[in-house]
């Protein structure tokens, strides 16, 4: 069945470093990709979104990529801040003539070091 | 706020027991989600309306059963769940389909006994 795959399932890096979160998916057909990120004990939000009429978008110091022909797409943020530290979560999702299919990645939990 | 409220926000039931998880959104849209968050699957889309006409049931089990009575409203009920079932339960919405941002409730958490 349609899946996305996400990595790492976890990561630290050091406060100013940079993190990279990566994620495939299978449905060739998916064509809207969020991102959202969940800081413990609250709700996901999202934080950026690239549709697949787009190779890369920014915003700050997150950037998504997307490479329709491998089938992946990545999450890059820069200069790492502690408030970055939360659970991120990728998703592939497709418009037709029904309300969705979104499918999540199960999660990247992303500790920023002091 | 995100203009999605769900209630109650903590909830510990008997295998036995019938309740209620309701969503109320107070964004004007048009589709309406039901997650379970777990440690075993952090995501699990379980069932999906737009314009309160149900379009996604993700094979989850009959002891779950989704109600939306308006596009502002949706409800889950359930009845003899097992332990596995405990676990954060996620309402969200979006403007339409699934190919916008989704808007996340706080969540009602569950306990099953």
């Known amino acids: 069945g349609e899946n996305v795959e996400q990595h790492p399932s976890t990561l630290s890096v050091q406060e100013g470093d940079s993190a990279v979160i990566k994620c495939t998916y299978s449905?060739?057909?998916?064509?809207?990709f969020p991102w959202y990120k969940q800081e413990l004990g609250k709700r996901p939000q999202l934080i950026i979104d690239i549709r697949s009429n787009v190779g890369e978008k920014k915003d700050q110091r997150i950037a998504v990529t997307l490479n329709k022909t491998a089938k992946h797409f990545s999450l890059h943020i820069t200069e790492t801040q502690p408030e970055d530290s939360a659970v991120y979560f990728c998703a592939a999702s497709k418009r037709d003539s029904s309300a969705s299919k979104i499918i999540f990645g199960s999660g990247t939990r992303l500790s920023i070091r002091p | 706020e995100t203009g999605v409220t769900q209630t109650p926000r903590h909830l510990v039931m008997g295998m036995t027991n019938k309740k209620s998880l309701k969503c109320e959104q107070h964004?004007?849209?048009?589709?309406m989600y039901w997650y379970k968050q777990s440690a075993k699957k952090p995501l699990e889309l379980m069932f999906v309306?737009?314009?309160?006409?149900?379009?996604e049931n993700n094979s989850v089990p009959s002891r779950f059963s989704p109600e939306c009575p308006n596009s502002s409203h949706l409800f889950l009920h359930l009845h003899t769940l097992q332990p596995e079932d405990s676990a954060l339960y996620l309402c969200?919405?979006?403007?339409?389909?699934?190919?916008?941002?989704?808007?996340f409730g706080p969540g009602t958490r569950l306990t099953v006994l």
């Open positions: 969200a919405s979006s403007p339409a389909a699934s190919y916008n941002e989704q808007f």
């Open positions: 449905d060739s057909a998916s064509n809207y």
């Open positions: 309306y737009s314009l309160e006409e149900r379009v």
């Open positions: 964004l004007g849209h048009n589709a």
